[in-house]
């Protein structure tokens, strides 16, 4: 198995498994009952010798320059790279800079320890995962610190609204780029339709783009024809070039000084 793979993920092209492993569940981080990443690490023992552990693989490092198409690359999506990845962050940062054709995705569901990745470089997005009202609103908190062009957050799976979620929409998703929405798929378990309507309704308000996974599109709007498809935007060409645009003059230098 390489160590840059094609995607199924509909928003990525490839991942880059440049690190794996998560300790999130033991610590109590993550509520997710089937991991499909230790699921992974489970199944491809060959390739994930330390299994579930944090583990980097330098000989990886090289795959992203040998890419030439412009691609949007998950970075050590088989488990949680920003929690436990980070004492390699200067050799994943140099490749990232060395491939500006390239996008490059950051997801965790430890956001506490994004401040250990300093600023991340241009080409960077940043996201957080949120499974709640309680993880929403230290996402929320931790990416209005982190230096990064494009910040996101990831409503995948969304498994609880609370408190926190109806009183931060107005103003909480200032800041936030980019909005991805999507349903638990083992076992299937989706969001409610007003939390849908809610987080599209965020978006709008603070101009933040959607991007409805295939998993709700095909069961949410199958069972509530219309409603959602028509608030649903996609992230396309034309929007990701006007959105970087704008946002350039916004994001401060690339110096990455903070942890050196
Ligand atoms: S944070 Fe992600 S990789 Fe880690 S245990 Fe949870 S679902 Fe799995």
Same mark, same amino acid.
């Given at each position: 198995?390489?160590?840059?793979?094609?995607?199924?993920?509909?928003?990525?092209?490839?991942?880059?498994?440049?690190?794996?492993?998560?300790?999130?569940?033991?610590?109590?981080?993550?509520?997710?009952?089937?991991?499909?990443?230790?699921?992974?690490?489970?199944?491809?023992?060959?390739?994930?010798?330390?299994?579930?552990?944090?583990?980097?693989? =330098? !000989?990886? &490092?090289?795959?992203?320059?040998?890419?030439?198409?412009?691609?949007?690359? %998950? @970075?050590?999506?088989? *488990?949680?790279?920003?929690?436990?990845?980070?004492?390699?962050?200067?050799?994943?940062?140099?490749?990232?800079?060395?491939?500006?054709?390239?996008?490059?995705?950051?997801?965790?569901?430890? =956001? !506490?320890? &994004?401040?250990?990745?300093?600023?991340?470089?241009?080409?960077?997005?940043? %996201? @957080?995962?949120?499974? *709640?009202?309680?993880?929403?609103?230290?996402?929320?908190?931790?990416?209005?610190?982190?230096?990064?062009?494009?910040?996101?957050?990831?409503?995948?799976?969304?498994?609880?609204?609370?408190?926190?979620?109806?009183?931060?929409?107005?103003?909480?998703?200032?800041?936030?780029?980019?909005?991805?929405?999507?349903?638990?798929?083992?076992?299937?378990?989706?969001?409610?339709?007003?939390?849908?309507?809610?987080?599209?309704?965020?978006?709008?308000?603070?101009?933040?783009?959607?991007?409805?996974?295939?998993?709700?599109?095909?069961?949410?709007?199958?069972?509530?024809?219309?409603?959602?498809?028509?608030?649903?935007?996609?992230?396309?060409?034309?929007?990701?070039?006007?959105?970087?645009?704008?946002?350039?003059?916004?994001?401060?230098?690339?110096?990455?000084?903070?942890?050196?």
């Amino acid at each position: 198995m390489k160590r840059m793979s094609r995607s199924g993920i509909e928003y990525l092209d490839y991942t880059w498994g440049v690190f794996s492993g998560c300790q999130n569940m033991p610590r109590g981080i993550c509520p997710v009952k089937a991991c499909w990443a230790l699921a992974i690490t489970q199944r491809f023992k060959n390739h994930y010798p330390d299994g579930f552990s944090p583990r980097f693989y =330098p !000989e990886a &490092l090289d795959s992203p320059r040998q890419l030439r198409k412009s691609s949007r690359i %998950g @970075v050590g999506w088989v *488990g949680d790279v920003i929690g436990y990845g980070w004492r390699w962050r200067r050799q994943i940062y140099e490749v990232i800079r060395d491939c500006p054709q390239h996008k490059f995705l950051f997801l965790t569901k430890n =956001p !506490e320890r &994004l401040q250990l990745w300093g600023t991340f470089p241009a080409n960077a997005w940043v %996201g @957080v995962s949120v499974t *709640g009202s309680k993880d929403y609103g230290q996402a929320i908190d931790a990416l209005s610190e982190v230096k990064a062009s494009i910040k996101f957050l990831s409503f995948e799976p969304l498994l609880e609204w609370g408190s926190e979620l109806d009183e931060c929409w107005e103003e909480g998703l200032e800041g936030i780029n980019w909005v991805i929405i999507g349903a638990q798929t083992a076992p299937v378990r989706l969001p409610e339709i007003e939390w849908v309507h809610s987080i599209v309704g965020a978006a709008d308000l603070a101009g933040s783009l959607v991007f409805m996974k295939d998993n709700i599109d095909t069961r949410i709007i199958s069972q509530n024809a219309g409603e959602v498809s028509r608030l649903a935007r996609v992230l396309d060409q034309e929007d990701e070039t006007i959105l970087e645009m704008e946002l350039r003059q916004e994001v401060p230098g690339d110096a990455d000084t903070l942890w050196d």
